[in-house]
């Protein structure tokens, strides 16, 4: 049985200090922040990122993973373990990377290509797994993972253990190919993120797209991921925490449903 608990991405609110962030999020009933590499835990400050987490885990929340900036085969090795020294400092048992150039369609590589991205994957993936932390590639336009068979393709290049797909759909992504999509992809997804957007990606509120979502996160597929699992709000209309406070009410109320559902599949027949 899937169940997803209510995450945030730290990168919602760029420009709001970690403190409010974390304020905003057990306000709203948020029970985990993946925080951001380039604004609020920049790579290289270790110090800095034992405060974020001393700050998250004091209110009570999870930090569900390090969203890095890493982009192999643009960044290598050496910028990895800067990253993965402060995913350690932070407490993030996750690293999210970004596969391939940015901004460049999976479309565009070579065969040879592919396989360099892939191969420095996995050696990123070995000096993680050391440290006991995962990887979770950014399923993205623009990326090796923006439409199904590139990224199962590259999933099968990697090869690895250790290494799984965010998952999200792509804006305006209707709602009976998403599900087609997350299936085919589902076995080796570990989080969510959540947003509303269209195809032009105009941002609305949640509830405009709530029905979208709780038919989604229903019908998760099983998953090889070992850990939590959380569905993740990011980017909200406006950048506003006032919207945010009314997604996150949405939101919780959305997997709450979700959670009833799987309960109710798992009941044996005629159980009470």
Known sequence: MTRFRPGLCSVTFRTLAPR????????????????????????????????????????????????????????????????????????????????????????????????????????????????????????HPNSLTDERASAQRLMAEIDDPNVFLYWQPRPGLPLDEALDEFRAVGSDTSHVHVFAWDREKTRYPLADQRDYWTEILTNAPATRWPGERFAILEFVRDDSPEQFRADAAVFRQVLEEVQLSEEDKARPPGAA
């Open 20 to 139: 409010t962030v974390v304020r905003l999020a057990a306000e709203c009933g948020i029970a985990g922040i993946e925080w951001g590499g380039d604004v609020h835990v920049p790579p290289g400050q270790p110090d800095f990122a034992r405060h974020v987490r001393r700050l998250t885990e004091d209110a009570g929340l999870s930090v569900i993973s390090y969203g890095s900036y890493i982009a192999p085969p643009s960044d290598d090795e050496q910028a990895f373990a800067t990253v993965l020294e402060t995913a350690q400092a932070l407490g993030a048992p996750n690293i999210r990377i970004w596969p391939g150039s940015r901004n460049r369609d999976s479309a565009t590589y070579s065969p040879d290509e592919r396989a360099h991205a892939a191969a420095l994957i996995r050696r990123m993936a070995r000096l993680a797994d050391a440290v006991s932390v995962t990887l979770g590639l950014e399923y």
